[in-house]
């Protein structure tokens, strides 16, 4: 093919369709795993249809930013009309208590450029101290978080040497960056165990796959784009167009496990990685309900991935037989941003994934022993219309009722678009009970208005019970919405301190329970999209429940039942082990109780 002739610039999977696709599609159905017959066409536009109970207004949420002493931008270099892919990804947002003062700290990746060459480029992170959840400071310079040498997308959270401080990589293209939290306030910048493989990564995940007590690290790859294999995509040479992610081959992703010493060794081989996929998005909790963490992966274009793990660290993947690899019809997906929610209550974790335009977002119930269907047709899903590119995204109960939603970033990643713009709005669906209907926004509000939204990330940065939104975006400023929903129950935040379990306590199933039933959270490595939301959970029960009871079944085996008395909305809870013995860690004086 002529390197030089111009291609589709939409990466609609349905165009051209993959003949194998077709015959998993009957295949699945055959197992029962999707829909008996092929539904109808996604619809193109959809609006918000009141319901009753069902709150529509999403301006609880209020854009915040600027007055709180977060400005910053996440560069992508699209000035320079290279048109390269590299410039469709965007930036991450990470939430989390870097210093440990019991305020969580805001951190975005800065991007990059194009030099004379040409020749890729690297803009510094950001980096906001919380004072007191009342404001930031921008303090990136003094914790040493100052390099400029990756064009920087993702960030991971993990305390991977379990002294108490939260540690970082920093995905990009270029070789990750690995940082070491020092606990004094600043960082210092490890020799990577993958030395210099320059792999272009996007996405990244921290959990603990061998049960050994340290955390693990996953690393998604997307495509081999160089500017060595850039080819000239779009309608003519005046209007050339970013080409899409099916013009490349997708890079093997990458396992890094601990040695329990602080130390990372490359594993990927011995854990039979899958070498087809383009990862975008990664989600490392524990799916099949069995006491370990599996891996789930959001590809771009091909089928993602779930590897199943066997208690012993040891991977299998199982995406196409657990009903997840594809959507209803069979197709791949462009899947980018990636949750679990018990959206059903039924106390198993069902799987959310943001994908392209044309496409339906997936949500995958899980109905149990390792079986999932998609399910976005019968819970309204699909009436969202085809019109979105979903990027960033996360579940949450935002407005303490005790029932999931859902808030997305939408942007486009090419500069043409043909069906959608390429700002778009956000999206914030609320459930209610049957269908994930979509919150109407109200005028002047940030869901109002249109974004190239990428990375999002949920914490609670004000300390006062519930999820506030962090979302970053193309050449725009970061978006810090502070919520201001009325809580409509009675919401308990559980911060787990692991001792035997690693101490992230990733993998960790809490239960709350009341005289109204129960509602089960998990604490999670990676997620979203590029970005890391706050371990912390939120677990809600309806107001007047009665006497509220928390049980916490901990990665290493154990559980422990507590009590909440009336008074009671942050717990505490730091792993008892079962022969009575404690771990000795860094745990520092006053943060949480022994």
């Known amino acids: 093919m002529n390197p030089l002739a111009a291609v589709p610039v939409s990466r609609d999977p349905l165009v051209p369709r993959r003949a194998v696709g077709l015959v998993i599609g009957v295949f699945a159905i055959a197992l029962g795993i999707a829909g008996c017959s092929r539904p109808a066409p996604v619809p193109e536009a959809a609006v918000p249809v009141p319901v009753a109970g069902v709150p529509t207004a999403v301006d609880r949420f209020v854009e915040r930013a600027g007055e709180l002493g977060v400005v910053f931008t996440h560069r992508n270099g699209g000035e320079a009309d290279h048109s390269t892919i590299l410039e469709s990804l965007g930036g991450g947002v990470g939430w989390f208590d870097f210093d440990r003062d019991g305020w969580i700290d805001l951190m975005a990746t800065g991007g990059g450029g194009f030099a004379a060459g040409p020749a890729i480029t690297g803009h510094p992170a950001g980096l906001f101290r919380s004072r007191g959840g009342r404001a930031f400071t921008a303090v990136a310079g003094p914790a040493g978080l100052t390099a400029a040498d990756l064009y920087s997308h993702g960030i991971a959270v993990g305390d991977y040497d379990n002294d108490g401080f939260q540690d970082l990589v920093v995905t990009g293209y270029g070789p990750a960056q690995l940082w070491h939290n020092r606990g004094d306030g600043t960082f210092a910048r490890l020799p990577a165990p993958w030395g210099d493989d320059d792999r272009w990564t996007s996405s ?39 080409c899409p992610p099916r013009m490349f081959t997708g890079l093997p992703d990458a396992l890094y496990r601990s040695d329990g010493a602080g130390g990372l060794h490359d594993a990927s081989a011995d854990a039979g990685l899958r070498t087809d996929g383009k990862g975008l998005g990664v989600l490392l909790a524990d799916l099949d309900v069995d006491g370990d963490v599996d891996i789930y992966v959001a590809n771009d274009t091909t089928d993602n991935f779930l590897y199943v793990n066997d208690g012993h ?46 496409e339906s977002f997936a949500l995958y119930r899980n109905e149990g022993r390792g079986q999932f269907l ?9 009436d969202l219309g085809g019109l979105f590119v979903g990027f960033g995204t996360a579940c949450d109960d935002f407005d303490r009722d005790g029932r999931t939603d859902i808030a997305v970033a939408n ?24 269908r994930f209907r979509r919150a109407a926004a109200a005028p002047g509000t940030y ?19 519930d999820g506030d939104l962090a979302i970053s975006h193309l050449n ?66 309806p107001a007047g429940a009665g006497p509220l009871r928390l049980k916490i079944d901990w990665p290493a085996g154990g559980r422990q039942e507590l009590a909440i008395d009336a008074t009671t909305d942050l717990v ?18 006053g943060s949480v109780p022994p």
């Open 476 to 541: 725009e400023p970061l978006a810090v919405l502070e919520n201001r929903f009325p809580a409509g129950g009675r919401s308990v935040a559980v911060e787990l301190v692991g001792t035997v379990s690693n101490r992230d306590a990733v993998g960790a199933r809490v239960t709350l329970e009341s005289g109204t039933g129960s509602v089960v959270g998990q604490v999670v490595g990676g997620g979203s999209y590029l970005s890391h939301s706050d371990r912390r959970l939120r677990l809600t029960c």
């Open 313 to 358: 660290g040891r991977l299998e993947e199982r995406a196409l037989l657990a009903g997840v690899a594809y959507d209803d019809q069979g197709l791949p997906n462009g899947s980018m941003g990636v949750d679990c929610c018990d959206f059903n209550g039924d106390g198993r974790p069902d799987l959310w994934v943001a994908n392209y335009e044309r």
């Open 447 to 465: 869901f109002a208005a249109v974004h190239e939204g990428r990375g999002l990330a949920v914490g609670d940065f004000d300390g006062d019970g």
């Open 411 to 434: 942007g486009h990643v090419i500069k043409y678009p043909d069906a959608s713009p390429r700002k778009q709005q956000p999206l914030l669906l609320r459930f209610d009970g049957d």
């Open 572 to 589: 505490r809870v730091v792993e008892q082990p079962t022969d009575g013995t404690r771990v000795a860690r860094n745990d520092p004086p």
């Open 374 to 382: 998609h399910v976005s047709r019968r819970h309204g899903i699909t």
């Open 204 to 242: 990244a995940g921290w959990g603990d796959l061998d049960g050994d007590g340290a955390l693990d690290l996953y690393l998604a790859r997307y495509v081999n784009w160089s500017f060595a294999n850039h080819p000239v995509c779009g309608f003519d040479r005046r209007q050339r167009e970013i």
